[in-house]
């Protein structure tokens, strides 16, 4: 056999096997689109039967949703954002989800309240034991984590500086304030017994959801995905949430 038609039937082995692999990448695509569209109709067809604006964006893997609406006379919106990464489990997806209300409140503090198992309480409990001017740079990496969780609109919120609460009432869950006070306490115990009542409901996210509660807005985050049910369950809860925050004068 001449090496001029090995070169020929080395070609056309070639050309087959890029054509079965374009073909397998179109058919996983297609069916990936499929069951993601099924997913979008669900949670679109749910947002239009409770009067809520519903948006999706897709792009090489990934997602971006966004839900505005007003329940029990809360205005909120919501965020559902899914990045591909080598470092996760998940089909190589990171779930960040936000929900949020600008509600103006008197509980006296902003207050934290996360999982103790959580990212953010394993970064705040490695900074109480770093030296001077390390503390210095993971204050700047903590400085970044409040609007990375929580949205731009927390960008004020500086997390190097707050401290635990202890004798709080929240199971399982770690709280930071601005100022552990008895003050501070007080209005702590306080959210505790909301949280608590909202348990169920918040029981959506697959772990614990991290809350951050500011004088002039409520965030709800957590990383898991979320069906329309889930959907529905963390917004009754967080406008339930927000409604029992004392009201401001």
């Not at 073909?23 to 009067?51: N, Y």
């Not at 809520?52 to 006379?73: I, L, N, P, V």
């Not at 779930?95 to 209300?101: N, P, S």
């Not at 731009?152 to 009432?169: F, I, K, M, N, Q």
């Amino acid at each position: 056999m001449s090496d001029t038609l090995l070169t020929v039937i080395g070609t056309v082995v070639g050309i087959a096997a890029i054509g079965v692999m374009i073909a397998g990448v179109v058919i996983l695509k297609k069916g990936i689109t499929k069951l993601q569209g099924s997913s979008v109709e669900a949670l679109a067809a749910s947002a239009r039967s409770k009067g809520w604006q519903f948006d999706h964006k897709a792009e090489m893997g990934s997602f971006f949703r966004r839900w505005a609406g007003t329940t029990d006379g809360v205005g909120w919106t919501a965020t559902h954002e899914v990045t591909r990464t080598s470092s996760t489990a998940d089909g190589y997806r990171q779930h960040k989800f936000l929900w949020q209300a600008g509600v103006a409140n008197a509980l006296g503090t902003p207050v934290l309240v996360l999982p103790e198992r959580s990212a953010l309480s394993t970064v705040d409990e490695k900074m109480a034991r770093l030296p001077g001017f390390l503390k210095t740079i993971g204050s700047a990496a903590i400085d970044r984590v409040a609007p990375t969780w929580f949205g731009a609109d927390a960008a004020d919120v500086d997390l190097s500086t707050w401290r635990p609460v202890e004798g709080h009432g929240i199971a399982n869950m770690r709280v930071l304030v601005p100022v552990a006070d008895a003050a501070a306490l007080v209005a702590v115990r306080q959210l505790a017994a909301t949280l608590n009542q909202h348990a169920a409901a918040l029981a959506a996210f697959s772990e614990p959801p991290a809350i951050l509660i500011r004088p002039q807005a409520v965030h709800l985050a957590g990383r898991t995905d979320m069906s329309a049910d889930d959907v529905a369950r963390v917004v009754a809860a967080g406008a339930g949430i927000a409604r029992a925050l004392p009201p401001t004068a």
